[in-house]
């Protein structure tokens, strides 16, 4: 796989979809071995992307770790996200529970003493 194939890959992985140079960038921008920055100019990505520059060895290197850091950062909101519907889950059968209670019809009167 060529440094182009795997910039491409990243991408795609990234975003899910075709739409991924600006989001790259703003991921590598993170990992620039100048400094922590917001973003890298999204050109250059968009150069790598077609072979018209060559992918920067730190560039190619940091891809890994932007691709686990946003899995982790998936799973920390899956775990979230799973945890709110048990919660919800929960709060729909107390309420069922709740209705079913109110619609038992009353036990008839005894009888008159």
Known sequence: MTP??????????LTGGEDWAKPLARALGVHHPDGPRDTIDPRSVSR????????????????????REHAARLDEEIARLEERADEMSEAATE????????????EPPGPRR
Do not use: N
């Not at 790598?48 to 691709?67: D, F, Q, S």
């Open 95 to 106: 309420i069922e529970r709740e209705l079913d209670e109110l619609q038992e019809p009353p």
């Open 48 to 67: 790598w992307r077609t072979g018209a520059m060559e992918v920067l060895p730190w560039a190619a290197e940091a891809l890994p770790l932007i691709l």
């Open 4 to 13: 182009r194939d795997m910039v491409a890959l990243a991408g795609r992985a």
